[in-house]
């Protein structure tokens, strides 16, 4: 028996969505994952990320991002409690159409090789592992501002 809604992912959803990536395995945050640069990437993206509902509360999450050109999907995350009940497929369904909604044609999402359970999911759901890329992240300066933030 199914017991979610899937919605779009609220800025008021970020507190619940912290507290689950934080007790999900394999799911991994970053100095990236703060209240107010989550919140920032939910406007920079409109509509392209989700969460799933279960009786008021939040049980799963997709974070999902694009450059213009190809999306990103990060924290796909489903609580231990519902898994197996099609919310994490739902979740991937809708933020893959709403990027087509975009003209993306192709997404990416990122999962640590250790995440053996994220890695059978998106393996099971038709997604291509790909082993012939490598993943460079460089931390930039702390000081650095966004670009279109005026100075303090």
Not at 92 to 118: D, M, P, Q, W, Y
Not at 131 to 144: E, I, P, Q, T
Request: charged share 25%; hydrophobic share 40%.
């Amino acid at each position: 028996m199914t017991c979610f809604e899937i919605r779009e992912f609220a800025g008021d959803d970020i507190d619940a969505a912290l507290q689950l990536w934080r007790r999900t395995e394999g799911i991994g945050l970053t100095d990236a994952d703060q209240p107010d640069q989550l919140r920032e990437f939910l406007t920079r993206n409109p509509g392209l990320s989700r969460v799933a509902v279960c009786g008021g509360e939040l049980v799963g999450t997709i974070l999902c991002g694009t450059d213009g050109r190809r999306g990103y999907i990060h924290h796909l995350a489903v609580a231990v409690e519902s898994r197996r009940q099609g919310a994490g497929r739902a979740l991937l369904s809708e933020t893959l159409a709403a990027l087509r909604r975009f003209g993306i044609v192709k997404c990416h999402a990122f999962v640590f090789r250790s995440n053996r359970s994220g890695g059978f999911f998106w393996e099971r759901s038709g997604w291509q592992r790909r082993d012939d890329l490598h993943v460079f992240s460089r931390v930039l300066d702390s000081g650095a501002q966004p670009v279109g933030r005026e100075l303090a």
